[in-house]
């Protein structure tokens, strides 16, 4: 062959080469115009998936009002594992299609199959009635490829595999106790009136709060504390209640369980009082004359002022303590399931939980307080928990128990014995409330330390 002709042939394949490569070229940017156009459509496109990573099976908790995570990605043909974590019914449904869970109780779990749902970007949401105005909306991405492993709120989208959950359980645990900005339930230092009266003066405001490290949401409080400070006074003693409100919306005050006090205290709005408007300051003596177990809370606007922390302990007198209890302390442990603060002890989540410190032998006196929306079993390792009254009635017959169960607004005042040297887990029985799903600890936990 000669070189003339090789040269020519070289000239002809290099052609070639060319022309397909604009051709490719050319078919990218078709397929990349369609894209686009599918996407100004606003309806589902292939082209719009995420990732071939994506997992089959996504876990997504519902609280009040959330929906997390906020961008969901699961593989084609994959699950959504819908957790309920709040106190009240939610659902999820895909908008614009037939795929809908039921209405999920508090606690429950129900898998969304989404089998046959095109791939592509849609929005999710909670359709009882003003869960979607409140915030309970997600983005809902389904890749062109099948899914593998799960994935967790907050996990980003891997598989969670048992040597990552058991990591995530460790991280938790070793940062008990974690600090945390602010401190609710403070004793409550009354100013003393010229006539003897005690004055409580509250301030009833929005404020940042940190339930737990790093989360830090919109909270209502009392003084800047969360739950409320706590209030300690005699049989006998007058009261006066100062309540100014900083919030945007009406509230009141209610003495909850504050036995035999005067009709014009009971803050209910309309009925015993006008409502605390905005920038309004109200007030009211009585005389607390009989030994209560009581707490106080927001009565008014009470379906979110109170799970957002618009709450605190009220204590008249002492209750009667049983011979032979060497009871070196008192202690309020304030229950809370909704809200922006959610599963709480004292309006903290674990890690940043309180422990308590005990030595063999002694006591502690510890009045549970549910201000949440559902019931929690309090449960204490191997230390017996003396129950000496409920709703602040002391009882002519108390009873050790294991778990005890604290219904909305209910008081059990326990004697907590510290018997054996160790570190004790307390908690809600309800594993939803103190484990997520990715392993990690948190809510309703918390511990007491016994030693010799």
């Known amino acids: ?51 071939p990573s994506a997992p089959a099976v996504v876990t997504v908790h519902l609280g009040e009002f959330s929906v997390s995570p906020e961008a969901i990605t699961v593989g084609r043909d994959g699950t959504l594992s819908v957790m309920n974590m709040g106190s009240i019914e939610h659902d999820v449904v895909v908008e614009g299609t037939d795929f809908a869970t039921p209405l999920i109780a508090p606690g429950g779990t129900v898998d969304l199959d989404l089998t046959g749902l095109a791939p592509g970007t849609y929005r999710i949401l909670c359709t009882v009635a003003g869960h979607e105005a409140a915030g309970m909306t997600a983005t809902l991405i389904v890749t062109e490829q099948p899914g593998a492993g799960a994935a967790d709120p907050g996990e980003g989208h891997g598989t969670i595999d048992w040597e990552t959950m058991a990591a995530n359980m460790k991280a938790s645990i070793e940062a008990f106790p974690a600090a945390t900005e602010g401190t609710g339930g403070l004793l409550f230092e009354p100013t003393i009136l010229p006539d003897g009266t005690k004055e409580f003066v509250f301030v009833v405001e929005e404020i940042d709060w940190e339930v737990e490290p790093g989360r830090v949401v919109k909270g209502m409080a009392y003084n800047g504390q969360i739950p409320g400070p706590t209030i300690k006074v005699d049989v006998g003693d007058r009261v006066r209640i100062v309540v100014e409100n900083r919030l945007e919306e009406i509230t009141s005050w209610h003495p909850h369980g504050v036995r035999r006090h005067s009709f014009e205290a009971d803050g209910v709005g309309y009925i015993s009082q006008p409502p605390i408007a905005p920038g309004e300051t109200w007030s009211v003596e009585f005389v607390a004359e009989e030994q209560s177990v009581g707490m106080y809370h927001g009565h008014d606007m009470g379906i979110h002022q109170v799970p957002n922390g618009l709450a605190g302990a009220f204590i008249v007198g002492d209750l009667p303590i049983p011979e032979g209890w060497n009871v070196v302390g008192e202690e309020v442990m304030f229950l809370n399931d909704a809200g922006n603060i959610g599963f709480s002890l004292n309006g903290k989540s674990f890690p940043a939980t309180t422990p308590y410190s005990l030595q063999v032998g002694e006591s502690l006196l510890v009045h549970y307080m549910n201000e949440g929306l559902m019931a929690h079993p309090m449960h204490l390792h191997n230390n017996r928990q003396l129950v000496i009254a409920k709703d602040g009635f002391p009882l002519e017959s108390p009873y050790f128990a294991d778990v005890i169960n604290v219904a909305p607004g209910e008081r059990y005042s326990v004697l907590v014995l510290a018997e054996m040297p160790g570190v004790w887990v307390w908690h809600c029985h309800i594993f939803t409330h103190v484990e997520r799903s990715d392993g990690t600890m948190f809510g309703m936990l918390t511990a007491l330390i016994v030693e010799e």
């Open 1 to 51: 062959m000669s070189s003339e002709s090789t040269s020519k042939d070289r000239v002809a394949f290099l052609a070639a080469i060319g022309f397909i490569a604009i051709v490719a070229l050319l078919m990218a940017i078709l397929a990349f115009g369609r894209a686009l156009a599918g996407d100004a459509s606003g309806s589902p496109s292939p082209t719009t998936a995420a990732a």
